[in-house]
């Protein structure tokens, strides 16, 4: 019998951990240094690679996501040296898909090309904004220019690109996010990640909010505003939200992404990256340490980077199960998890599903448009946090 996770299917996640600047929202595992040794970390993730292929084998992957940081401050002959490793440790999907995340401040052409040949199939830009001045306001170093530059740059060389807005930013009312929105589908875009703008504790912005300093931002009634406008018009120009904050055209959604939300398991290597492993019938949970150097020494002197995992009991593992499947506009099948069908949480499905939070239907559960804009509250009611 297949184990889940095939379900979700097997995907590799390389962190790389630098970056030119510190955005003020940002609250991913991102550094600003001064010079990095490409050959040192190139040598680093290949080892690891070595490690979690022997765990793995026979496994097939059906993606690689270089995430970070800004993973196209790499070396092309880095990312060559991981993706060589990566075909001769697994049986590759016929249409693996492999991602690499891109500033348009280090977008170069030559670079791009470096990655099409190594084996990168799509880039992942993180634009953020249309408009110069909201740019600033990001901390963002790249102008509106640079980004449709870039943009350009990117679709001249692969065959699929998206790229990433943030919306209820300071000063923007629902008219400016539907002209910019407009402006973004009219570039031939075949994907578009579109988050509302969250204040994270431990960044500029969070310790700004505190202090009373961060203003102009939308309430809570303009943002279901901009939210709503979003879906419309995203489905209106043939990219639907297949997921809370994803849009694409049919046929293009993220394969990696569906891994993480379909359950699936995924290996994640590089300073502070995550992974779901079920190995021996057992699901764990990895993490690595967050410095970068000290992830870099723990390699060369251990041979591994990770701290401790952690075995995921049942309870875990649905609650993990739910908040990520839900996100998904297919929703989950709740055969995957026979508890679902436990009196304690059939009776909250009914309740949720009478006020079309929720809806059952053929053993699947999926979140109604209604309860899209208030996911998280839905899933602290079913899951009890």
């Known amino acids: 019998m297949p184990e889940d996770w095939e379900n979700g299917g097997f ?14 929202y940002c609250d991913f595992n991102s550094h600003v240094v001064a010079q990095i040794d490409q050959t040192a970390w190139a040598a680093a993730y290949v080892s690891e690679i070595d490690r979690v292929g022997a765990e793995t084998e026979g496994r097939v992957l059906r993606s690689v996501f270089f995430g970070g940081g800004t993973p196209s401050l790499m070396d092309p002959g880095v990312v060559d040296a991981i993706l060589t490793k990566v075909r001769a440790t697994w049986p590759i999907a016929n249409d693996l898909e492999v991602t690499l995340e891109a500033n348009p401040t280090s977008v170069e052409a030559g670079r791009f090309a470096g990655y099409r040949d190594a084996g990168v199939n799509r880039v992942s830009m993180g634009i953020q904004a249309l408009n110069d001045r909201d740019l600033k306001a990001l901390g963002r170093l790249h102008s509106a220019a640079d980004a449709m530059a870039a943009f350009d740059v990117a679709r001249g060389v692969f ?12 000063g923007q009312s629902v008219s400016d996010w539907q002209a910019e929105l407009r402006q973004a589908l009219s570039l031939a875009v075949d994907h578009l990640s579109l988050y509302q703008l969250t204040i994270e504790e431990g960044t500029a912005f969070g310790d700004r909010y505190a202090a009373g300093k961060l203003r102009g931002l939308p309430d809570d009634d303009v943002s279901a505003d901009m939210y709503a406008a979003t879906q419309e018009i995203c489905a209106a120009a043939g990219l639907a939200g ?5 849009h694409a055209r049919p046929g293009f959604e993220s394969v990696h992404n569906k891994i993480y939300w379909r359950y699936g398991d995924y290996a994640g290597i590089g300073p502070g990256a995550h992974g779901r492993l079920t190995l021996g019938g057992r699901r764990f949970a990895t993490e690595a340490p967050k ?17 401790a995992r952690e075995a995921l009991d049942d309870e875990a593992q649905l609650s993990e199960f739910l908040l990520m499947g839900l996100r998904l506009t297919d929703g989950v099948d709740v055969r995957r998890f026979p508890e679902l069908s436990n009196a304690k949480y059939m009776n909250k499905i ?3 599903s009478e006020i079309d939070m929720l809806a059952l239907d053929a053993d699947v559960l999926r979140i109604t448009p209604p309860g899209r804009p208030v996911l998280n509250a839905v899933l602290r009611a079913l899951l009890d946090v």
């Not at 297949?242 to 994803?246: D, F, K, R």
């Open 159 to 170: 065959d699929r690109v998206s790229f990433d807005l943030i919306y209820a930013r300071q």
């Open 350 to 352: 009914k309740y949720l």
């Open 291 to 307: 410095a970068p150097g000290a992830w870099l020494q723990q390699v060369n002197r251990l041979e591994h980077g990770e701290l």
């Open 242 to 246: 297949y997921e809370v904050s994803n």
């Open 11 to 24: 995907g590799l996640y390389i962190h790389w951990p630098f970056c030119q600047a510190k955005c003020p």
